[in-house]
Nanobody, 124 residues
Framework: VQLQASGGGLVQAGDSLRLSCTASGRTFSSYATGWFRQAPGKEREFVSG????????LYADSVKGRFTISRDYAKNTVYLQMNSLKPEDTAVYYCAARRGFSYANYNPGIYDYWGQGTQVTVSS
C-alpha cells in the first residue's frame, strides 16, 4: 500500500488545517493509522492515531483538545483536523499504517508503511 499525505501549508497561529492521508494500491480499512511529525533537529514524535475500526483514537498530550483524527473508509483516507495551531506545531507531518486489524501505537517502529510527509508551518 502507498500512502500520500497532503494538506500542509503556511498558516498563522490560531488557524486550522486539515491533513489527509490517502492510501492507494489496496484498501487499508483493516490498518491502524498514525500521524507523526518531525521538526528540524528533533526526533520524530507521535501526534495521533486511530484503530482499524475507527473506534479507538490516541493523541499526544501536546495536541489533545486541538487535533482530531478521523477516517473515511469510502475514500480510503484518514484525516487530521488541526485547530488552534501554534508555532510549536511546525514540522513535517507523516502518516503511517499498521497492518492486521490493529490499533494505533505511539511507537513509530511498529508501523509498516509510511507516507512522504507534508510540511506544516505556523507563524506567530
Amino acid at each position: 500500500v502507498q500512502l500520500q499525505a497532503s494538506g500542509g501549508g503556511l498558516v498563522q497561529a490560531g488557524d486550522s488545517l486539515r491533513l489527509s492521508c490517502t492510501a492507494s494500491g489496496r484498501t487499508f480499512s483493516s490498518y491502524a493509522t498514525g500521524w507523526f511529525r518531525q521538526a528540524p533537529g528533533k526526533e520524530r514524535e507521535f501526534v495521533s492515531g486511530v484503530s482499524w475500526s475507527g473506534g479507538t483514537t490516541l493523541y499526544a498530550d501536546s495536541v489533545k483538545g486541538r487535533f482530531t483524527i478521523s477516517r473515511d473508509y469510502a475514500k480510503n483516507t484518514v484525516y487530521l483536523q488541526m485547530n488552534s495551531l501554534k508555532p510549536e506545531d511546525t514540522a513535517v507531518y507523516y502518516c503511517a499504517a499498521r497492518r492486521g486489524f490493529s490499533y494505533a501505537n505511539y511507537n513509530p517502529g511498529i508501523y509498516d508503511y509510511w507516507g512522504q510527509g507534508t510540511q506544516v508551518t505556523v507563524s506567530s
